[in-house]
């Protein structure tokens, strides 16, 4: 299959779809990127690798890293992560706020905030210094020393991020975060700051495409962690458009606010796209649109 040629076909038919939808401005900082900014990346476990533009451009991975946060908190055996967080699509935005109160306090799953809160309330006591493990972890799982934090993307998310207060707040008040609000949510706001290009984010979900297997070292999850991890992925990886990305697409996969989605096929490959304007779900736009026309040309998808 001449793939490079496949992505070069998606970019040309995606990049000249007028409406590109519009950046995440809850988040100034990024309010302001550039929509017609367009990159997809594909990396099988080969080792083959091809891009189409913008991928080698570093942005705001925002909840993509979520699913690494996952990763992280799963390899501590002494933490029973499925007391404090479900696994069942929630349905509702990715900052909803009721169902913590209704379901007293435990997130529907890992992915939407309050379930990534409260995993980074795990990491922030397993660690011992939170923010430079989990950096030093992304790091280590990609080989590359040159990914960091966007301190003006945290900055900037810490001045605003009141929904996030609010529900760490509520998740404090029914018991299940055990370290105090600021300190959680500094972790937090740093984590979903990761700076990352299309390259590195597939270099770091390889591991999630490669049952467990880092390409770089030895650092290894379980095949078991590796199946569930991948599993949450593709129930609830999209928030309230979980049921339309696997419908479309077909992978498990993981999107975040700056724009980028990261989806794969075990035992395959890893594809990454960077399109900053997101639709009504906070989902980008094009992003879907890239990898609905990948697993459609390349008829490459799970099922
Ligand atoms: N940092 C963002 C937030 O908490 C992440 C949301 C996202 O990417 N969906 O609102």
């Known amino acids: 299959m001449d793939y490079q040629a496949i992505l070069e076909t998606i970019y040309q038919q995606v990049t000249a779809i007028k409406d590109k939808g519009t950046p995440a401005a809850y988040i100034p900082e990024l309010a302001h990127i550039d929509v017609n900014n367009f990159g997809l990346y594909l990396q099988n476990n080969t080792g083959d690798v ?57 997130p529907r799953n890992p992915f939407i905030n309050s379930g990534a809160i409260v995993i980074a309330d795990i990491l922030v006591s397993q660690l011992e210094n939170p923010k430079a493990d989990f950096l030093n972890y992304v790091r280590d799982i990609t080989g590359d020393t040159s990914i960091a934090y966007d301190l003006n993307v945290a900055a900037s998310e810490k001045a605003t991020g009141h929904k996030n207060f609010a529900a760490a707040h509520l998740l404090k008040s029914f018991g299940n975060l055990h370290n105090d609000v600021d300190t959680v949510l500094d972790f937090y706001f740093h984590q979903c700051a990761l700076h990352m290009s299309c390259v590195q984010i597939a270099k770091a979900f390889h591991l999630f495409a490669n049952r467990g297997k ?44 700056g724009g980028g989605i990261v989806a794969l096929l075990p035992d395959n490959f890893v594809i990454s796209v960077w399109a900053p304007g997101l639709n009504k779900r906070g989902n980008s736009k094009l992003g879907m649109l890239a990898l609905e026309q990948f697993t459609t040309k390349t008829e490459l998808s799970i099922f």
């Open 50 to 106: 091809y891009g189409v533009g913008e991928y080698d451009t570093k942005f705001s991975i925002q909840s993509i890293s979520k699913a690494l946060a996952l990763a992280l908190a799963s390899s501590f055996d002494a933490v029973d992560i499925l007391k404090r967080v479900d696994v069942e699509p929630s349905g509702h935005p990715f900052n909803q706020l009721a169902l913590i109160e209704i379901e007293n306090g435990i």
């Open 214 to 257: 880092c390409q770089v070292n030895k650092l290894r999850l379980t095949e078991q962690k590796v199946k569930r991890i991948n599993a949450i992925m593709l129930t609830c990886g999209f928030y309230d458009e979980a049921g339309e990305f696997a419908f479309e697409v077909g992978l498990p996969g993981k999107s975040g606010v």
